[in-house]
């Protein structure tokens, strides 16, 4: 989610390396983000991008903030 929060979009490999999981788990956690509808998967120029929606926009916001 903190990877997503400070670059605002990105695909999977990018965000693998920044949140440092290798890129099967992370596909694992991705899709059940999708399924608690807290990001999307959108294709553009023929990469799928990585998106918080507006729910995943709010709960990163109250996750951080209770980290601090």
Known sequence: MQALVSN??????????DANLNYARLAKHIMWLEKKGLVESKIESSKINIVL???????????SKDRY
């Open 8 to 17: 605002g979009i990105g695909g999977k490999t990018q965000l693998s390396l």
């Open 53 to 63: 929606t507006r729910n995943g926009k709010a709960f990163a916001s109250m996750i």
